[in-house]
């Protein structure tokens, strides 16, 4: 049978403990001095890396941010807040309309609208400073009543107005050979510009007979006949120094605004 030893409590006191025990528990001088337990020697610490406030990037004083959030989060003073609401209204007062700055001129398009509503006097001088955004007012006014007819032709109108524009831009130069100075741009606007006799076909064949009929075909030559007089006035006066050959110049357009009339009638 195996031999059991009885193993003694470890205990680690203190150093002034220790040192007291072992002052006490020591003998006489001359004599050896009693066993004491063994201490076990705590492990000195490893490298530590130096403070964070001894790092540069990594120093800061939190009091002074408190301080500065604190004062920070205050409203301005009332003086002050006059003075920036002062500066921005003055900033906005500088700033241009929004649609002067989408050169958009409402007053422009209506007085050239009025000066297409007569056929017999227009003014070519309105429409030597061409622009866009009427012309798409009248591009999607077209395809509204178109809508409102129950056909849906966004995209056919868009499509027809590019093709007939470089289709009147080639057609034209090619008259004109050195002397004309007609650009794609005033052939655009000329163009959808023009445009508007058969946008008020559009809207009246709502309320028409059917376009079937004589009286149908009557009412859409007339608004064609329009649209093409006011087109070639336009296009022959300054543009290709061919006034003479007014003719010429209309018959590509009376073609062009045919092939709109159509989309209304069928």
Known sequence: MPKEFAIPPVSFP??????????????????????????????????????????????????SATATTTTTSFP???HLRNDIASSSGTLFLDEPPLLEELEINPSLIWRKTRSLLNPIRVD???????????????????????????KVQFGVILGWIAISSIFLYSILNFLAGRNG???????????????????MYSAASLFLPPTGTTAGFIVAAVFVIWATRVSSRLLAVDELGASEHRGLIAYPCFLIYC????????
């Open 181 to 199: 100075n007609l650009d794609l741009y005033r052939c655009f606007s000329v163009v959808g510009y023009c445009l508007m006799p058969i946008v």
């Open 124 to 150: 070519p001088s309105l429409h030597s400073d061409p622009d866009l955004s009427g012309p798409f007012l009248y591009y999607i006014a077209f395809g509204l009543f178109q809508l409102l007819a129950g």
């Open 14 to 63: 203190s150093s002034t403990t220790s040192t007291a025990s072992a002052s006490t528990n020591a003998g006489p001088p001359g004599t050896n001095p009693p066993s004491m337990v063994q201490q076990r020697r705590v492990p000195a610490a490893p490298f530590q890396p130096p403070r964070p406030s001894s790092i540069p990037f990594m120093s800061f004083d939190i009091g």
């Open 76 to 78: 301005p003073p009332p």
């Open 259 to 266: 092939l709109f009339s159509m989309l209304v009638m069928f």
